[in-house]
């Protein structure tokens, strides 16, 4: 059995290939597979058009073709071979006010990739859930994603003098202003992982965090960030899966995260968490997490249980069930 693997461009963001590339090397060993990345960065009518054009031309009627998200549009030149789509969140239409934006977004990126594809996979039930408000389908399962297996258990003594907190992502969605504002007058170190805008540098200089922040950073360096902070913070707004959440648990660290979906499904109640309503919540909880030891123990514990959930092997077991379906159809 063959499997094509569809990718957007690497410069739009690397996350999804870093997802699938830890199930690919898993599913390679009983699989044949073949990787290809869409030359086109954006998404205007034109970009479209150069992308199916390029995945037109790599289609084969003998192999399952599987778009790994985001570039759902090029579904329209996979219509009569067999394809799977995974669908991470739709933020893509959430986020637009444009009714016409919105409406073509929903046309070629929603609606008409989830009526060509044979199954159509959710990283999380939330995603489902969504998916099913705005248009009717049958052919959806879920299939969580999988951790790296780079993240392994590194045992470390909690610093309770000065913690190293690791916020993940300066995106909207991310929630780094209301953490500024909740750790003023909290003695720690704040780790950020992306680029600052000019505003949360103004918030940081404001409620006078000490901080430092990186991005652009390898596996191996993520990996790393994660072994030397003390508490994983991810209070995020949105999210169509929240990835960090299990990495931190994997890696045996307190995670500080928010009481929304999907979140709550993928933490399974092996976090902090934190109602984002006001910062004296995410405050509160920071302290308890800081002074409470028997609390922290309780959560490493339950987050190293929780993270074999999302094995590699137990997730790419689940994809070849889903392959051999199809297969077989």
């Given at each position: ?254 995670v500080v995260t928010s ?57 790419a077991l689940q994809y ?9 159809e």
């Amino acid at each position: 059995m063959k499997i094509n693997y569809f990718f957007r461009h690497p410069k739009v963001g690397h996350s999804i290939h870093r997802v699938f590339r830890t199930l690919i090397k898993e599913l390679n060993n009983s699989l044949e597979i073949n990787t290809f990345e869409v030359p086109s960065i954006g998404s205007m009518p034109i970009d479209v058009l150069k992308n199916n054009i390029y995945t037109y031309k790599k289609r084969d009627k003998k192999s399952i073709h599987h778009v790994t998200g985001h570039i759902h549009d090029v579904l329209l030149a996979l219509i009569g071979v067999k394809t799977v789509l995974t669908i991470h969140d739709l933020v893509f239409l959430d986020n637009v006010k444009n009714p016409i934006k919105r409406f073509y977004k929903w046309l070629f990126w929603l609606y008409l990739p989830i009526k060509i594809a044979d199954k159509v996979v959710c990283i999380s039930n939330q995603t489902k859930q969504n998916i099913l408000s705005k248009i009717k389908a049958d052919n959806l399962i879920v299939i969580h994603n999988a951790v790296d297996p780079i993240f392994v258990y590194s045992k470390k003594e909690f610093n309770q003098e000065k913690p190293i907190i690791l916020h993940i992502g300066t995106g909207w969605n991310k929630n780094l202003n209301m953490t500024i504002e909740a750790l003023a007058e909290i003695d720690c170190h704040l780790r950020i992982i992306g680029k600052l805008n000019k505003k949360q540098v103004h918030l940081l200089e404001k409620f006078k965090i000490e901080y430092t922040s990186i991005y652009n950073l390898s596996d191996e360096e993520i990996r790393q960030e994660y072994i030397n902070c003390d508490i994983v913070n991810f209070p995020s707004i949105y999210e169509g899966f929240g990835m960090p959440v299990i990495e931190g648990q994997q890696t045996g660290r307190i995670v500080v995260t928010s009481k929304i979906e999907p979140i709550i499904e993928v933490a399974n109640d092996a976090v902090a968490f934190v109602n984002l309503e006001d910062a004296n919540s995410l405050k509160e909880t920071y302290l308890k997490v800081i002074n409470d030891s028997t609390y922290r123990q309780q959560l490493i514990e339950k987050g190293l249980k929780n993270a074999e959930r999302f094995s590699v092997k137990n997730i790419a077991l689940q994809y070849k069930e889903l392959y051999q379906n199809l297969d077989k159809e």
